[in-house]
């Protein structure tokens, strides 16, 4: 049996160390993820791998009509709840090592676009160990989309990404997004283990032809990677790891 609150904690602690909620954020977030798992404890299910689909879809309907928590929610308290539910378990994917996410698929009051297609767990692994290690500029590939799959980036905020902006010691790295913003992100080790390798072996190969210019993420002539480059990227990875889809940078994120 999974130690449900112990999960929650480090999920909670793992955002106040990333800094990328408020402390009332955080709040609103506990109270909707303890109210799941209180759910999920009424329905004796133990494991966050055994709640399915049909599980989520239940809880979601009760909670919509207020047979959960007593009020019917609004769109914007239901988006919530529902972001709340997902970025828990992003994070027990990434960090506790739990496979599925019947939360994934579902979609959000006030969204309007279709939603978008999506990489389950095995497919992201099997792209992600589709690379060679032993060439520099596979290690950089590999490096470039685990970074994006750990830290939830755009292609264009993965392009623009210096050396300066990555804290190896403490797990984090800077990103300027959207208005000029910036946002301090975690990465797991695994994640760090492969931008350390690339620092080490991979970059300075890729750099000898030219000068330093301080971006992470450069070209086989050294210059800085493009999001052009690292969209070529997706599709060739995809197809070389068999994987039955057309793969674009938004389906890592």
Do not use: W
């Not at 905020?157 to 913003?181: N, P, T």
């Amino acid at each position: 049996m999974e130690d449900f609150e112990r999960s929650l904690d480090r999920f909670l602690a793992r955002i106040r160390m990333s800094r990328t909620g408020s402390a009332d954020t955080e709040d609103a977030y506990r109270r909707d993820i303890e109210r799941f798992l209180e759910y999920l404890r009424n329905r004796k299910i133990t494991s966050f791998e055994d709640v399915t689909k049909e599980d989520m879809s239940s809880y979601i309907t009760l909670l919509r009509s207020g047979e959960i928590g007593g009020t019917p929610l609004s769109n914007s308290s239901y988006d919530r709840n529902l972001s709340a539910l997902k970025s828990f378990y992003r994070y027990l994917n990434r960090e506790e090592g739990i496979e599925n996410n019947p939360v994934r698929m579902f979609k959000g009051a006030s969204a309007r676009r279709k939603l978008p297609e999506y990489l389950t767990f095995d497919q992201m692994e099997t792209l992600l160990n589709s690379f060679d290690l032993e060439k520099p500029s596979e290690i950089r590939d590999r490096c470039m989309l685990e970074v994006m799959y750990a830290c939830g980036l755009r292609v264009s905020e993965c392009a623009r990404l210096l050396m300066k902006d990555i804290d190896l010691q403490a797990g984090f790295l800077s990103v300027i997004g959207k208005e000029s913003k910036e946002r301090i992100v975690p990465f797991y080790r695994r994640c760090g283990q492969l931008i350390a390798l690339y620092l080490e072996k991979a970059r300075p190969e890729l750099m000898k032809s030219h000068e330093e210019h301080g971006f992470l993420f450069v070209s086989q002539r050294g210059t800085p990677i493009t999001s052009r480059s690292i969209q070529n990227l997706c599709e060739k990875a995809g197809e070389r790891a068999g994987i039955p889809m057309h793969i674009h940078p938004h389906m890592i994120r």
